[in-house]
Protein backbone atom coordinates (compact mmCIF):
# COMPACT_ATOMS: atom_id res chain seq x y z
CA UNK A 1 0.00 0.00 0.00
CA UNK A 2 1.42 3.61 -0.90
CA UNK A 3 0.16 6.53 1.35
CA UNK A 4 0.23 10.21 -0.44
CA UNK A 5 0.63 13.52 1.18
CA UNK A 6 0.65 16.95 -0.75
CA UNK A 7 2.26 19.92 -0.16
CA UNK A 8 3.40 23.06 -1.82
CA UNK A 9 0.16 24.44 -2.52
CA UNK A 10 -0.86 28.43 -1.93
CA UNK A 11 -1.95 31.51 -3.47
CA UNK A 12 0.10 33.00 -5.79
CA UNK A 13 -0.88 36.20 -8.41
CA UNK A 14 -0.69 35.54 -11.85
CA UNK A 15 2.18 34.67 -13.85
CA UNK A 16 3.95 33.57 -10.77
CA UNK A 17 5.07 29.86 -9.94
CA UNK A 18 4.49 27.37 -7.46
CA UNK A 19 5.92 23.54 -6.83
CA UNK A 20 4.13 20.61 -5.45
CA UNK A 21 5.23 18.00 -3.84
CA UNK A 22 4.27 14.50 -2.97
CA UNK A 23 5.77 12.38 -0.37
CA UNK A 24 5.10 8.87 -0.77
CA UNK A 25 5.28 6.46 2.30
CA UNK A 26 6.53 2.50 1.57
CA UNK A 27 9.18 1.11 0.14
CA UNK A 28 7.05 0.45 -3.41
CA UNK A 29 6.85 3.90 -4.83
CA UNK A 30 9.70 3.18 -7.33
CA UNK A 31 7.08 0.54 -8.92
CA UNK A 32 4.22 2.84 -9.43
CA UNK A 33 3.22 5.24 -12.24
CA UNK A 34 2.76 8.84 -10.96
CA UNK A 35 0.08 11.24 -11.89
CA UNK A 36 -1.11 14.91 -10.89
CA UNK A 37 -4.90 15.57 -11.38
CA UNK A 38 -6.55 18.45 -10.32
CA UNK A 39 -10.17 19.27 -9.32
CA UNK A 40 -11.75 23.02 -9.49
CA UNK A 41 -15.14 23.70 -8.02
CA UNK A 42 -17.89 22.22 -10.34
CA UNK A 43 -15.94 20.64 -12.17
CA UNK A 44 -14.42 17.08 -12.38
CA UNK A 45 -10.92 15.90 -11.48
CA UNK A 46 -9.10 16.02 -14.95
CA UNK A 47 -5.36 14.63 -15.48
CA UNK A 48 -2.62 17.53 -15.55
CA UNK A 49 0.37 15.23 -16.15
CA UNK A 50 1.94 11.82 -15.14
CA UNK A 51 5.11 10.04 -15.14
CA UNK A 52 6.25 6.11 -15.12
CA UNK A 53 7.92 4.39 -12.66
CA UNK A 54 11.16 3.67 -14.84
CA UNK A 55 11.19 8.24 -15.30
CA UNK A 56 11.20 7.31 -19.28
CA UNK A 57 8.07 8.41 -19.45
CA UNK A 58 5.90 11.82 -18.83
CA UNK A 59 2.56 12.90 -20.19
CA UNK A 60 0.70 16.61 -19.74
CA UNK A 61 -2.24 17.66 -20.61
CA UNK A 62 -2.47 20.34 -23.36
CA UNK A 63 -3.56 23.38 -20.93
CA UNK A 64 -0.70 22.51 -19.09
CA UNK A 65 2.09 21.70 -21.96
CA UNK A 66 5.22 23.89 -21.29
CA UNK A 67 4.43 25.43 -18.34
CA UNK A 68 4.31 22.27 -16.18
CA UNK A 69 7.44 19.98 -15.44
CA UNK A 70 6.62 16.87 -13.72
CA UNK A 71 9.22 14.87 -11.97
CA UNK A 72 9.89 12.38 -9.45
CA UNK A 73 12.98 11.06 -6.98
CA UNK A 74 12.44 7.54 -6.56
CA UNK A 75 15.39 7.50 -3.49
CA UNK A 76 12.81 10.58 -1.58
CA UNK A 77 10.08 8.90 -2.21
CA UNK A 78 8.95 12.23 -4.18
CA UNK A 79 6.99 13.21 -6.72
CA UNK A 80 6.79 16.98 -7.97
CA UNK A 81 4.86 19.08 -10.15
CA UNK A 82 6.96 22.63 -10.85
CA UNK A 83 4.26 24.91 -12.24
CA UNK A 84 5.13 28.01 -14.14
CA UNK A 85 3.39 31.05 -15.62
CA UNK A 86 0.36 30.31 -13.79
CA UNK A 87 -3.52 31.38 -14.47
CA UNK A 88 -6.29 31.83 -12.76
CA UNK A 89 -7.58 29.01 -14.64
CA UNK A 90 -4.80 26.81 -12.66
CA UNK A 91 -7.22 27.55 -9.57
CA UNK A 92 -7.83 24.16 -8.11
CA UNK A 93 -6.93 21.43 -5.68
CA UNK A 94 -4.40 19.02 -7.01
CA UNK A 95 -3.63 15.57 -6.25
CA UNK A 96 -1.05 12.78 -6.84
CA UNK A 97 -2.01 9.65 -7.61
CA UNK A 98 -0.23 6.11 -7.60
CA UNK A 99 -0.89 3.52 -10.29
CA UNK A 100 0.21 0.82 -12.12
CA UNK A 101 -1.54 0.65 -15.76
CA UNK A 102 1.03 3.34 -17.17
CA UNK A 103 0.95 7.11 -16.75
CA UNK A 104 -2.30 7.55 -17.71
CA UNK A 105 -4.53 10.54 -17.43
CA UNK A 106 -7.77 8.04 -16.07
CA UNK A 107 -8.59 8.50 -12.75
CA UNK A 108 -9.80 5.15 -12.93
CA UNK A 109 -6.26 3.72 -13.42
CA UNK A 110 -5.04 5.14 -10.37
CA UNK A 111 -4.89 3.32 -7.09
CA UNK A 112 -3.77 5.34 -4.49
CA UNK A 113 -4.72 8.98 -3.96
CA UNK A 114 -3.61 12.16 -1.78
CA UNK A 115 -5.62 14.45 0.00
CA UNK A 116 -4.96 17.49 -2.05
CA UNK A 117 -3.66 20.60 -1.69
CA UNK A 118 -4.93 23.74 -2.78
CA UNK A 119 -3.77 26.30 -5.47
CA UNK A 120 -5.35 29.68 -6.07
CA UNK A 121 -3.75 32.07 -8.77
CA UNK A 122 -5.11 35.61 -8.41
CA UNK A 123 -5.77 37.81 -11.78
Known amino acids: QVQLVESGGGLVQAGGSLRLSCAAS????????MGWFRQAPGKEREFVSG????????YYADSVKGRFTISRDNAKNTLYLQMNSLTPEDTAVYYC????????????????WGQGTQVTVSS
Open 26 to 33: GRTFRHYD
Open 97 to 112: AAGRTGPSSLVGDYDY
Open 51 to 58: ISWSLDST
